[in-house]
């Protein structure tokens, strides 16, 4: 049956939701000064977001297959409840679990690295701000000083 393949595909997804929330956590440790270090990090973040999307159309396809040997309309767990071994239903609701677990830290790490990321931001455009305004106030004051030179004449 196919039950053992669904299985593996969400261990698989579960393995790979992993990596990705460990690229996170790589992204989260990097320092300012570390901007390759972030753009490798994205990219291979990339790959695996790639490689989740293939194993997610994976498991649906296998789903599917699988729905239609229970004869059942639709694979979830109530569905299936009764269809398959406790067993198997107990290994497929322990990692669905899991895989929820994993992704709701994700989403954590994202938030929080995004905030942080906003605030330095944020940081830099006020940097920025000063220094324009310094070059500005620089350059008037270069230009009134070539401006005030007086020559007296003694007569």
């Not at 490689?51 to 994976?58: A, E, F, G, S, V």
């Not at 107990?90 to 895989?99: H, P, W």
């Not at 677990?101 to 990321?117: A, C, G, P, R, V």
């Given at each position: ?7 593996d595909?969400?261990n ?31 990219e ?15 498991l ?36 669905s679990?899991?895989?929820?677990e ?5 989403m ?5 690295i ?42």
């Amino acid at each position: 049956m196919k039950m053992q393949t669904v299985i593996d595909i969400y261990n698989q997804l579960f393995d790979a939701y992993k990596e990705l929330k460990d690229s996170f956590l790589e992204q989260e440790k990097l320092k300012e000064d570390e901007i390759d270090n972030l753009e490798n990090i994205i990219e291979e973040r990339k790959d695996k977001m790639n490689k989740i999307n293939k194993l997610t159309d994976y498991l649906h396809a296998e789903k599917e297959q699988a729905a239609r040997q229970l004869e059942i309309d639709e694979f979830n767990f109530s569905s299936i409840e009764g269809k398959v071994s406790p067993k198997e239903l107990g290994q497929l609701k322990a990692v669905s679990n899991d895989i929820k677990e994993l992704l709701k830290e994700i989403m954590e790490l994202n938030q929080t690295i995004t905030s942080d990321y906003e605030t330095k931001i944020k940081g830099s455009q006020q940097k920025l701000k000063t220094v324009k305004q310094g070059k500005k106030l620089h350059k008037a004051y270069a230009q009134a000083q070539q401006h005030a030179y007086f020559l007296d004449k003694k007569s």
